[in-house]
């Protein structure tokens, strides 16, 4: 059983900073996540996406948001169970919980933190009969690993950020790149649609619009796809495609989440917002967009915020016996869990006499 003092369901923004805040007050925190890698819908959406909204940063990539959390919590040394989703969680009689994921792994501590995001994902699905059957034998619905396309053809279905970042971004990997969407404007970042015309007139990409994948074909594996333009009875047919790659967003639940007997409001977790963000049940806590209060603002900075005033009622929950006097980092500096040390310097003056 893995053992810490914070356990933080979910690896997004607003978990991985809830580390750094934890490691503050000398608080160890594992992490739970169904994602393969952290970051949450930053790196698995759009994580080329620029964000205008973090301090300090007039412009940042999702990714590289991502990255620069991971460097800022490292020294603090949090330990991560991926690719896996919280399932259930028990309170036992000394008033810690255990949390088992849907691999088995059991995770104690006395205090959990809900930071999933806006909950666990599922692809949304385009209406297409068989399309069960070639799923992971050509059919993705999310990219992990672009070097899997390379010298591939790829079909992409869609027309907001994600369908676009890749099809620019595939266009480098795959040997071809057709890019279908069922409108002639696009919901993506203006460079992004600026940038997959060029390609486009470049021959990089095949663009086809007004039109939708309606079929699939293949023996054991994806072979080819159908296409049926707006307006239009007759259908075209893509053969020797190798991957089709609907993007057509995921769909956010609560998940397992939703029958541990926190008090949910409309597909969120309901916290005390004038005190710690804790909800309804003593020692749980929910921080970012899957809690809800009157007011909520579901922005990352926001989660950041909840972050640093749920980690304050934690500290307090687990040393109950303890006195925490906040110290701001410029006055006390960050300790890692590494041993390393960050301070400013400090200037010797010398008395003159």
């Not at 006395?110 to 209406?127: D, Q, T």
């Not at 969120?268 to 809800?292: E, F, M, R």
């Amino acid at each position: 059983m893995i053992k810490t003092d914070m356990l933080i369901i979910g690896a997004g923004p607003t978990g991985l900073f809830a580390v750094f805040e934890a490691g503050l007050l000398k608080l160890k925190c594992h992490l739970i996540d169904a994602l393969p890698q952290p970051g949450g819908q930053c790196s698995e959406i759009y994580p080329k996406k620029p964000i205008y909204d973090i301090p300090a940063f007039p412009e940042i990539l999702a990714g590289d948001l991502v990255d620069n959390l991971m460097e800022q919590i490292s020294p603090f040394e949090p330990g991560f169970t991926l690719g896996e989703r919280a399932e259930t969680i028990e309170k036992l009689e000394d008033g810690s919980f255990v949390v088992t994921t849907s691999e088995g792994t059991k995770h104690n501590a006395p205090v959990v933190v809900i930071a999933g995001g806006l909950g666990s994902f599922e692809p949304r699905k385009p209406p297409i009969s068989n399309i069960g059957k070639y799923e992971n034998k050509g059919v993705s619905y999310i990219i992990r690993e672009p070097e899997d396309f390379r010298d591939k053809k790829v079909v992409i279905a869609g027309g907001g950020d994600s369908a676009l970042d890749w099809a620019i971004y595939l266009s480098e990997v795959a040997s071809e790149v057709c890019l279908v969407h069922r409108r002639n404007e696009f919901r993506g970042a203006l460079d992004s649609v600026e940038k997959l015309s060029e390609l486009a007139k470049e021959g990089k990409i095949t663009l086809i619009t007004e039109a939708e994948v309606v079929g699939l074909e293949g023996e054991n594996k994806l072979e080819s796809v159908v296409i049926r333009h707006k307006g239009e009875a007759s259908e075209e047919e893509i053969r020797e495609t190798d991957h089709f790659i609907p993007l057509f967003g995921l769909s956010p639940k609560l998940g397992p989440i939703a029958n541990w007997g926190l008090e949910i409001e409309k597909n969120a977790i309901k916290v005390d917002n004038s005190y710690d963000y804790q909800t309804n049940i003593p020692g749980i806590y929910a921080i970012g967009d899957v809690n809800t209060y009157p007011g909520k603002l579901k922005l990352i900075l926001c989660g950041f915020h909840e972050a640093a005033i749920m980690c304050q009622s934690a500290y307090q929950r687990i040393f109950p016996d303890k006195k925490y006097v906040m110290k701001y980092t410029t006055v006390s500096g960050v300790s890692g869990f590494d041993g390393s040390r960050k301070e400013a310097k400090r200037e010797v003056v010398k008395s003159i006499n």
